[in-house]
């Protein structure tokens, strides 16, 4: 085979191993979402929250692409104080959410009051890996904060 016809054949395999891969990019991504609405078909199967590409543990929730554990007694505005909750090295709160929902969050390595905690709502969320809850009850309604999620205990 002369230098020629060899660099049009290299060509044409190149430009074979591009189409082809473009292909197969756009198959994989397809196939991917369908992995994803199996996996989501799972977990309603047993009965468990589907968050952020995984199986919540029973008893958990998510919100803002966490699982978070769910409690009774959440201190909301209408009076209840909130029980604690979760392991207790962790001083865990159970909270009401900007979502509506109860979970268990840590008030570790903050201060006593709400301006320690970063301002949040059900608009405005928290920054990945922190849970939108309520912190305080001024007259002008409820005071949202991120709060770290609690491991369960």
């Given amino acids: 085979m002369d230098h ?4 049009h054949l290299s060509r044409r395999i190149a430009v ?13 991504g397809h196939e991917t979402d369908a ?8 977990c309603r199967k047993k009965k468990r929250t589907f ?17 978070i554990a769910a409690c009774g007694g959440a201190r909301d505005c209408d009076g209840a104080p909130g029980q ?8 865990c709160l159970c909270l009401k959410t900007a ?14 009051t709400c301006a320690d905690f970063a301002a949040c709502s059900a608009a405005d969320p928290c920054p990945p890996g922190l849970i939108c809850g309520i912190c305080g009850c001024p007259a002008a ?8 999620p609690c491991l369960p205990g």
Avoid: T, V, W, Y
């Avoid at 292909?23 to 994989?28: D, K, N, Q, S």
């Avoid at 604690?84 to 001083?91: N, Q, R, T």
């Avoid at 979502?99 to 006593?112: M, Q």
């Fill in 4 to 7: 020629i016809g060899f660099d």
């Fill in 16 to 28: 074979r191993g591009i189409a082809g891969g473009a292909i197969l990019a756009l198959l994989g």
């Fill in 35 to 42: 992995k994803k609405r199996s996996r989501a078909k799972r």
């Fill in 51 to 67: 968050c952020a590409g995984r199986c919540c543990p029973k008893g958990h929730g998510c919100e803002n692409r966490i699982c």
């Fill in 84 to 91: 604690l909750c979760g392991s207790s090295a962790d001083e």
């Fill in 99 to 112: 979502a509506g929902r109860s979970a268990c969050l840590s008030l570790a390595g903050f201060g006593p």
């Fill in 141 to 148: 309604g409820p005071d949202f904060r991120c709060f770290r």
